[in-house]
């Protein structure tokens, strides 16, 4: 038998990408609506969907 809960977490991640010969650093604001299930004694991710709710992207001074 699985028990299964519902979560929301939030995130922030920057992300560096090489466009047009320059480094580019993008920001990314996440909200993650997660559904977790149990088993063998520990919570797994089992289904995640992303909220991309902001991005910014600018290059990189060097």
């Known amino acids: ?3 299964y809960t519902n979560g ?3 995130s922030q991640m920057k992300m560096v ?3 047009d010969g320059k480094e580019v650093i993008t920001d990314y604001s ?3 609506d997660d559904l977790y299930v149990r088993q063998n004694g520990t ?8 909220h991309f709710s902001i991005i ?4 990189l001074q060097g």
């Open 17 to 19: 990408r090489e466009e």
């Open 1 to 3: 038998m699985y028990i």
């Open 30 to 32: 996440v909200k993650y």
């Open 43 to 50: 919570w797994l991710i089992k289904e995640r969907i992303a």
């Open 8 to 10: 929301v977490s939030y």
């Open 56 to 59: 910014d992207a600018r290059a």
